[in-house]
């Protein structure tokens, strides 16, 4: 079983940054890819992040140019660097994680980011 912890998020006024990141714990079998998603109210879930071991990235189209996904393999981690951050982006953000040889999903527990004046 595999565990995903998060921190980080919180209340931002428009136009500020905020840095997520996330832990993961137990055992992963082979390769991965780490990530995150977002749910806003009465929305559904969306994948914001995604990143894979090879370094492949790809990003949801209304947050290219503003967030940032990365990962340390070494300590089993996944950040994710948001500016310019607008009203739009609030959400509960979700640390995900994909095991591809047992084609399971691994989800944190979720982080509150509001973006509001």
């Known amino acids: 079983q595999v565990q995903l912890v998060e921190s980080g998020g919180g209340l931002v006024q428009p136009g500020g940054s905020l840095r997520l990141s996330c832990a993961a714990s137990?055992?992963?079998?082979?390769?991965?890819?780490m990530g995150w998603y977002r749910q806003a109210p009465g929305k559904q879930r969306e994948s914001v992040a995604q990143i894979s071991s090879k370094g492949f990235i790809n990003y949801l189209d209304s947050v290219k140019g503003r967030f940032t996904v990365s990962r340390d393999d070494a300590k089993r981690t996944v950040a994710l660097q948001m500016n310019s951050l607008n009203p739009e982006d609030t959400a509960v953000y979700y640390c995900?994680?994909?095991?591809?040889?047992?084609?399971?999903?691994?989800w944190g527990q979720g982080t509150q980011v509001t973006v509001s004046s």
């Open positions: 995900n994680l994909h095991e591809w040889s047992r084609n399971n999903d691994y």
């Open positions: 137990g055992s992963i079998v082979g390769d991965y890819i």
